[in-house]
């Protein structure tokens, strides 16, 4: 038997398979072009195997995930062009007739860290990507966190010294919302260049202090046990060490628990699958599609 | 056979039993003066009760809940003189003799409005109490949330305005953290008087706004499906109303639920229960102590 996994991201669609729910065998890899095309190359992959017996998908969102839904497995608001109200998980059911789990890309991998990565067994963690976006998957008390809709924790608000930093932001919704802010899209905006080219240390020192105060917000609203911080911009160079400091600093010793006040270094993580984080979740998913529910 | 419950606040504790786990059937009420004074009036008020089956104890915090902790039932950091480190729920165990079980207060009051209030039946919510200072029980699908230690809403950053609001806030180890700024306490020091005293609008607008953007923080980090909101300076005449405007306008439409968007009467309401919220929940908590584990 295969379980098949599919990580679909706004840049690029991952498809993997594996034999055992844990060995990863084979992955392909496109990029994400109209959804018509990107949905067919999908189901191209996973019908060239035969022994196909369920799916996990991870999608980018806003995505509807509760399954009682009739609009269940559609990207829905979205500002991607072409991708608004597309309905992801529909023409793969139809063309597959396997069960399929879906989630969101962040929750994915949150689940794909939570069994075998850095945040193994953990009953309440938040798994946080910053790259072009901010976005989170949170746990708690050992499940995925849906709640109306999912959690979107890039654009939660946190203080803006506008004499340190007169940016206005870079989200078209909120401005300087946490992603308006600390994405690589703002990076680029503000700095003129993209986080990778970026080397002045009053640049990082900001981009730090922004994602701390995030960070503090969820472990004070999640009591978060851990959070792996990834994604493109999530592993620059010295920026988690940094994100710590700034992050017992914040916190001020109020919650006193060693994780927070002594030992920051096994609180605040890099993904420990890297890459491999969606990947491993989807095929988790896919092996609990596969049980009764 | 009686349920018994406490609402073991920072001011006052209040005893209440119930014969059913639905009706309350009677409160006793003193001020939390010394633990040792404290505790025994409490030991008092159940001891003269014979049929006594099960406790449910709602604590102000911080306080470990962890149940296969050591300190499990001890009040830990506060800075409420002589209660550091109290171990609340041993006495009454020793005492008492019968099953307890333990929740912050906030927490049990979210459980109150949960079973049979303004948050009934919810999987996600939140319960936020604006009084002298701001804390929040968090349930996350179905349960309510612990983690590491427990959620401490009322600590999180929030956007703050200088040139609009120059007061650097009241909290002792955070400044201007959200109870720095918006607790009753701040209030009483940015203006120089009680919540109940003041009538200035602008006064009303600023605290609007801090709830608002404290409160948006939840909605996106928990995916809150309704947010409850309490407490002695949360009970103002049209403050509530105020927060909806402010939240609807941050969110900005992001979130696409009708909840956020049109429907906000219906998603950021008063507790149900009143002042019953913590007395309904612990007499619940009792009734789940009684219950094979």
């Known amino acids: 038997m295969s379980l098949g996994g599919i990580e679909a991201g706004g840049t690029h669609w991952n498809c993997v398979l594996s034999p055992d729910g844990e060995e990863i065998d084979r992955v392909e890899s496109f990029p994400t072009t109209t959804a018509a095309e990107t949905i067919a190359r999908a189901i191209e992959f996973f019908a060239g195997v035969p022994d196909l017996e369920a799916l996990g998908v991870g999608s980018f969102g806003p995505v509807e995930v509760r ?12 500002p991607k062009p072409g991708w608004r109200d597309t309905d992801v998980v529909g023409p793969l059911a139809e063309a597959l007739a396997v069960p399929i789990t879906l989630d969101t890309d962040v929750n994915v991998a949150a689940i794909g860290e939570w069994r075998r990565g850095a945040a193994r067994g953990l009953g309440t ?26 959690p979107e924790v890039g654009h939660i608000r946190v203080p803006h010294d506008r004499e340190r930093d007169p940016f206005e932001g870079s ?20 700095w003129g260049r993209p986080a990778e080219e970026l080397a002045d240390p009053a640049a990082w020192d900001l981009e730090a202090e922004y994602l701390a105060l995030g960070l503090s917000n969820l472990v004070l609203v999640l009591a ?11 592993r620059a160079p010295g920026l988690i060490p940094r994100v710590r400091t700034r992050l017992r600093e914040i916190l001020a010793g109020y919650i006193d628990r060693p994780q927070l006040t002594t030992d920051l270094d096994a609180y605040l993580v890099p993904p420990a699958l890297g890459h491999r984080s969606g990947l491993v979740g989807a095929i988790e998913l896919a092996s609990r599609a596969r049980e009764p529910r």
Chains 1, 2 share one sequence.
């Open 224 to 234: 978060a046990e851990r959070i792996v911080l990834g994604g493109g911009v999530g």
């Open 125 to 150: 963690f938040a798994y946080v990507t910053v790259g072009t976006g901010i976005g989170g998957g949170v746990f708690a008390e050992g499940r995925p966190l849906h709640g109306l809709l999912h």
């Open 171 to 190: 989200c078209p919704f909120h401005g300087d919302c946490l992603e308006g802010l600390a994405s690589g899209t703002a990076l680029r905006r503000r």
């Open 67 to 78: 399954r009682d839904s009739p609009r269940w497995g559609t990207i829905t608001t979205t």
